[in-house]
């Protein structure tokens, strides 16, 4: 459904001197800075696949969503979306996919939402009944029927993006580019579009792109994900790999609290110092928790050495989190 092959989108900056006299000797000599926002960056993916596109701040996420909805041009390589170019900027292109940007608006701020609905309804061309099928569906689905009638500016941030989502469904699109669509909501709004997104998706098999810095919306949508920094792909695969490594198990992390107070603890000169010669790559945090990062099938021993070094008053055991993998991932690179 998506055919991304050797994109490369190339920003050219001006570099403005500061200052007034900054700004006059840039009307003479003029310094510019080039900026691969995307680099090389090739990938495909099926029909109905849901798939996570991560990257730090200024990766080029948003560059590469924007030139495969046909908003820039890429500087070289090319793209095809459902046998489509999106440079071409084809009206039939248009009607197929949706982009989000959960950062923009596209709604109109001083209407209630449904008004934007009927504008979209008329530019799409889309039938009356199946426009009104839709939008029940949707509404529904998203539980806003209350809120229909409300100026976009009065709904709350949560609302509005439930209202952009059904405004970049209407018409139905196959291919959907979702640009952080939970950012800035609370859990529960952030809950309430993650499940609508995988009910959605598996329903009508919409080939799904979504960039999120919220790693429950990638853990909980996207069995694959696709990682950028600077503007280069760095990783290609499965979620569930990225996290296991390729040692293939997933690592752990132990966290535990030496109980000082025990009479057990009371003699332990060095204590907790003994702990960390234990237990070399263990770190202390401000409140005097110790971490360690173990590997799955290691963390019975592991525990076990632990409580044989001594009184513990608190244990926890959790997977690392996706946030330190991928920051593990960044480092690497
Ligand atoms: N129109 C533009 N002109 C010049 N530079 C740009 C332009 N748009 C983006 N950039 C630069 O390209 C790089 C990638 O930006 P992009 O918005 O694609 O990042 P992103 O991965 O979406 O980041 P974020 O997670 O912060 O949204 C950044 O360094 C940005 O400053």
């Not at 080039?34 to 948003?62: C, H, R, W, Y």
């Not at 009508?204 to 990638?218: F, R, W």
Request: with cysteine; glycine share 8%.
């Amino acid at each position: 459904m998506i055919e991304v092959d050797h994109l490369t989108r190339i920003f050219r900056t001006y570099k403005k001197q500061p200052g007034f006299w900054g700004g006059v000797k840039g009307l003479v000599k003029r310094e510019f800075e080039e900026l691969a926002a995307a680099n090389d960056i090739s990938f495909s993916i099926k029909e109905g696949e849901f798939v996570g596109f991560l990257g730090p701040n200024g990766a080029g996420k948003t560059t590469t969503l924007k030139m495969l909805a046909g908003l820039i041009y890429p500087t070289s390589g090319s793209a095809r979306v459902a046998g489509f170019d999106p440079t071409k900027r084809e009206n039939a292109y248009r009607r197929i996919f949706a982009l989000v940007l959960g950062q923009k608006n596209q709604l109109w701020w001083d209407l209630p939402a449904i008004e934007s609905f009927l504008l979209l309804r008329h530019i799409y061309g889309i039938p009356a009944e199946q426009y009104q099928e839709t939008l029940d569906e949707l509404v529904d689905l998203l539980d806003v029927r209350p809120k229909l009638n409300v100026m976009v500016r009065e709904l709350s941030l949560g609302e509005r993006m439930k209202m952009e989502l059904i405004a970049a469904l209407l018409h139905r699109p196959r291919v959907l580019f979702l640009d952080e669509p939970t950012i800035g909501l609370d859990v529960a709004s952030q809950r309430a579009v993650r499940s609508f997104l995988r009910a959605y998706n598996k329903r009508y098999k919409v080939t799904i792109l979504l960039t999120s810095h919220y790693m429950a919306d990638i853990q909980e949508l996207c069995d694959r994900v696709i990682v950028i920094h600077k503007g280069n792909k760095i990783y290609d695969g499965d979620l569930n790999r990225l996290e296991t490594g390729s040692a293939g198990t997933r690592q752990k992390i132990i966290t535990f609290v030496p109980d000082l107070n025990s009479a057990e603890s009371a003699g332990r000169v060095a204590f907790p110092a003994d702990w960390q010669s234990a237990f070399g790559a263990t770190t202390r945090d401000e409140v005097g928790k110790f971490h360690l990062r173990v590997p799955g099938p290691r963390v019975a021993e592991v525990s076990q050495e632990i409580l044989n070094q001594g009184p513990v008053a608190d244990i926890t055991i959790e997977d690392v989190p996706l946030e330190d993998v991928i920051a593990d991932l960044f480092e690497r690179h």
